[in-house]
């Protein structure tokens, strides 16, 4: 069995991950518009920002997909929580679990979501219907599980004395938006 100490390095990787492509993705659909719509839709750069979006959005149901996999042999929060039992560190698994007891509605609709089309293009039912499964995933909602999940890896890296974080803030949206702002001055 991996350590609590090897699986928390992946689980910090992925809630990074997470972060990121959630802050790229709603600065691109969300802060850029409608100010930088022109610049987006510029000949020169439209197919970027459209792969963009939809990478983006999917790479974020992959991160998280991958935080909150129950497979065993996967390092993510359910194996994090053995770990930590078998190393007699039941205090922090509890927590952990307490932790993440708010946003576990929405990491079920989540994971439904990435699996019927993140992962595999399901075509039984229709994308849209998928969004709407068990009442949907709202963007607030995402970050929610992103923002809940990185203060309960930060708790558990804290309790473990663990040098690394995952990281807080938005400044993946920041530097979008700067590189935006930049692309906007050029095509002025």
Do not use: C
Not at 18 to 47: C, E, I, K, S
Not at 101 to 123: G, P, W, Y
């Amino acid at each position: 069995m991996a350590t609590s100490i090897d699986i928390l390095r992946y689980l910090i990787e992925e809630t990074n991950a997470a972060r990121a492509h959630y802050q790229v993705w709603w600065a691109l659909r969300n802060l850029a518009l409608p100010d930088f719509y022109g610049t987006m839709n510029d000949h020169r750069y439209v197919q970027f920002f459209h792969a963009s979006n939809s990478g983006h959005y999917k790479l974020i149901f992959v991160a998280i997909g991958k935080i909150y996999d129950r497979d065993t042999r996967s390092a993510g929060i359910r194996e994090l929580k053995a770990a930590l039992r078998a190393e007699g560190r039941n205090v922090v698994a509890d927590k952990l679990q307490e932790d993440l007891s708010s946003v576990a509605d929405q990491v079920s609709r989540l994971l439904k979501i990435r699996n019927r089309t993140a992962l595999h293009n399901e075509h039984a039912i229709s994308r849209e219907q998928v969004y709407q499964l068990d009442g949907g995933i709202t963007a607030n909602e995402i970050w929610d599980v992103i923002e809940s999940t990185t203060h309960a890896i930060n708790s558990v890296a804290d309790a473990l004395g663990h040098r690394s974080r995952a990281s807080v803030g938005r400044p993946y949206e920041r530097a979008t938006l700067s590189m935006l702002e930049m692309l906007h001055r050029g095509r002025a």
